[in-house]
């Protein structure tokens, strides 16, 4: 099995309305953001965070899949210890249809 390159490793989706019909045309995301999209959909209402996937800038990917039409709400949730704070857990809040999916081939 050939490894795939960043550009080859897709997900597209419809985003859903209510009445599971899509809302427009399909979206499509590359690379990295495309990996999100994938672990936001497999992680459904627990979300995923940066404590669990150290060093992506998992901010900037969830920002560009809102940017591409689908919604992912921010949890601020407290940090405790020496460093606290708080740190965002990223839900999936859009419905979708996966039409197609190539981000775990070749891995």
Request: aromatic share 4%; charged share 25%.
């Given at each position: 099995?050939?490894?795939?390159?960043?550009?080859?490793?897709?997900?597209?989706?419809?985003?859903?309305?209510d009445?599971?019909?899509?809302?427009?045309?399909?979206?499509?995301?590359?690379?990295?953001?495309?990996?999100?999209?994938?672990?936001?959909?497999?992680a459904?209402?627990?979300?995923?965070?940066?404590?669990?996937?150290?060093?992506?800038?998992?901010?900037?990917?969830?920002?560009?899949?809102?940017?591409?039409?689908?919604?992912?709400?921010?949890?601020?949730?407290?940090?405790?210890?020496?460093?606290?704070?708080?740190?965002?857990?990223y839900?999936?809040?859009?419905h979708?249809?996966?039409?197609?999916?190539n981000?775990?081939?070749?891995?």
């Amino acid at each position: 099995m050939t490894k795939l390159n960043r550009n080859e490793r897709n997900i597209r989706v419809n985003v859903l309305n209510d009445n599971n019909e899509p809302c427009g045309l399909p979206v499509t995301l590359v690379g990295r953001e495309a990996q999100t999209l994938r672990k936001l959909i497999d992680a459904g209402e627990s979300g995923i965070s940066s404590l669990d996937h150290p060093g992506i800038r998992l901010a900037h990917y969830c920002m560009k899949i809102r940017r591409a039409g689908v919604t992912v709400e921010t949890v601020k949730t407290p940090q405790r210890g020496e460093f606290g704070g708080w740190y965002g857990v990223y839900k999936l809040r859009s419905h979708v249809a996966v039409l197609e999916d190539n981000t775990r081939a070749g891995a």
